[in-house]
């Protein structure tokens, strides 16, 4: 019996070894080649060790406007969105209307639309706001998707509060956008924190809005990437931009990583 469970643990050990390793191999490969020239330059033979794929991505404008775009998604993205789904989801979670479960449908029904299908009225609309090609427009784009969504899941975390914390609170003579304000959001705190990570992830890598409500400005990475590929493509560089896109997002996880761990039990449970 003691051989069979050690034989068991072994096996497990093994089995998550290779899959850590086969995770890591292509961000492993990508990391190498993107301190490589592959194209030959004066100051950087083919093949060589440089610096200079990520010199690069700061002495090209497009580049730079490129990071720029994309941070200013998120951060509109996040700044707008969280603030609006905090109070809906509050709404669905402790108050009862007519239609209330099936306008609650209605909202993950609409995230889970391709958002292809939506482009052609959203670029109307846009058109007539005067908002086509700039960040604000696609960073509104964004926040119409993720909205729903971080409606269910701040409702999923709001409802795991108990009520009797809002009826305390209430005969302590709190309003209640203070009982919101001050004792609410410390308690879904990993909540928030969830919710923000998913809107970044939408944000960061979002292509379809970005390809069709933007022409000359506001391009996002996404695009710059797409555009760095041509008849003689610099590999190395391409590897340099990829490996730099995801620094924002190891980072925000880095930082936020014990809200999330615990929001995501939370979720799980």
Request: proline fraction near 6%.
């Amino acid at each position: 019996m003691r051989d069979s469970a050690r034989m068991w643990r072994i096996i497990k050990a093994l089995a998550l070894t290779a899959f850590v390793v086969f995770v890591s191999l292509p961000l492993v490969q990508m990391t190498m080649i993107s301190f490589v020239a592959t194209l030959a330059h004066p100051d950087a033979p083919l093949g060589a060790f440089t610096l200079r794929n990520y010199s690069a991505i700061l002495d090209d404008p497009n580049l730079r406007s490129a990071f720029a775009n994309s941070i200013a998604y998120v951060l509109i993205n996040i700044c707008v969105t969280v603030p609006v789904a905090i109070p809906a989801a509050y709404a669905f979670s402790r108050l009862s209307f007519v239609g209330d479960k099936h306008l609650f449908l209605a909202f993950i029904a609409f995230r889970i639309t391709p958002p292809v299908v939506l482009t052609l009225p959203i670029f109307q609309l846009f058109s007539t706001l005067g908002i086509v090609n700039s960040v604000f427009g696609i960073a509104l784009a964004h926040c119409l998707f993720n909205l729903p969504i971080s409606i269910w899941i701040l409702q999923g975390f709001i409802s795991a509060v108990p009520k009797e914390m809002d009826e305390t609170a209430f005969l302590d003579g709190y309003s209640r956008r203070q009982f919101i304000w001050k004792i609410l959001l410390p308690q879904i705190a990993p909540g928030i924190a969830v919710t923000a990570f998913f809107c970044f992830m939408f944000s960061w890598v979002e292509v379809v809005f970005a390809r069709i409500l933007t022409t000359t400005n506001g391009k996002p990475i996404s695009m710059a990437l797409n555009a760095l590929f041509g008849f003689q493509t610099d590999i190395g560089l391409v590897m340099a931009v990829t490996v730099a896109s995801m620094l924002p997002g190891a980072a925000l996880l880095f930082a936020m990583r014990s809200h999330l761990s615990r929001g995501f039990k939370i979720g799980r449970v």
